[in-house]
């Protein structure tokens, strides 16, 4: 048997009728750029995140980037996220002209520490980032309590959560602004890049969709200079297809994550950690053992397909060595980041096949 890590071709056999004619039906219009596809899926997905109002942009980092100028962060000002992430988090950052300042994570979620944010604050503080990695919201209530009290704004990267809960809430609507990836692997994925904003401040989305649109809100009136980043007619009719059965392919994963959870109790990993005022989407379903690199081998060795989100954490990257973060700087990110290994993971997967993957691992 082999098992990839995800199989985007076993979901498009499942949709392949309806993904053809929601295409077919965007090239008939050539409605490429914006139109009323775009639109219905802004709002469908506003609504899918129970929240006032979405954007679609033209991938995850840009939405990121676009909710940080939005919210007037630039040059000067530093936000606090987390090293275990992509490097799209604070690219985005970056690219608003202001600076990352890292704060470690907890050792059984693996997500941003809220005990370690109030001594990262300094005066040029002006948000806090978490990142809601693998499917897993973070700890919104002590995140959010912080940021508040020290008027700090709090940006989420959902771009791993598409769906997850917070104490009832979906991502999207737990901090000021919520930003999403749809890259092709996501668990609601485009057909090549994607991404969107979302949020309770109407104004806030308005102003991000005007960032989004070379600053205008009319075809010729611009309020500002912008950028080119807008989620394009044929990903939003693919997306509103893909939708539709998002919630379904989440509750699958979650039966896989809790068949991996059950076979993998007593084979010496350590399975991963769910608070439990959180639904975990299990975007990844992610693993720790001091052997991790042997064990990627021996499963590679018997056909299955695993990763490591992510292997050299950011403060740790050539990107960053200006930063001057020396190793031991974030103790658990580094720790973790050898440990990990994530296991197939997607709603396609049968009982057969998670249960070949969990025999590989105990090594029976
Ligand atoms: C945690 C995280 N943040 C941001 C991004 C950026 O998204 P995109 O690839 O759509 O720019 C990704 C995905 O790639 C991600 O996994």
Known sequence: MKIPLVDLQSQYASIKAEVDSAIQQVIDRTAFIGGEGLELFEAEFAAFCEAKACVGVGNGTDALSLALRALGIGAGDEVITVAHTFIATTEAISMTGAQPVFVDICEDTMLMDPGKIEAAITPRTRAVLPVHLYGQ?????????????????VVEDAAQAHGARWKGRRTGTLGDVACFSFYPG??????????????????????????????????YTHEMEGVNS????????????????????????CR?????????????VVLPAVNPNAEH???????????????????????????VHYPLPLHRQPA????????????????????????PMYPELTEEQTAFVARAVAGV
Request: charged share 30%; proline share 2%; with cysteine.
């Open 137 to 153: 919201p973070c700890d919104m209530d002590r995140i959010l309590d912080i940021a508040r009290r020290h008027h700090l704004k």
């Open 230 to 253: 807008r989620l394009d007619g044929l990903q939003a009719a693919i997306l509103r297809v893909k939708l539709r059965r998002l919630d379904g392919w989440n509750a699958a994963r």
């Open 320 to 343: 960053y060595r200006h930063l001057n973060l020396k190793p031991g700087s974030l103790p658990v990110t580094e720790r973790v980041a050898s440990e990990i290994l994530s296991l």
């Open 281 to 307: 989407v299990w975007h990844l379903f992610v693993i720790r053992s001091r052997e991790r690199d042997q064990l990627q081998v021996r499963l590679k060795d018997k056909g299955v397909a695993t990763g």
């Open 186 to 219: 996501k668990n609601l994925g485009a057909y090549g890049d994607g991404g969107a904003v979302v949020s309770n401040d109407e104004t806030l989305i308005q102003k991000i969709r005007m960032l989004a649109n070379h600053g205008r809100l009319d075809k």
């Open 256 to 268: 896989h994550a809790a068949r991996y959870a059950g076979a993998l109790r007593d084979v010496g």
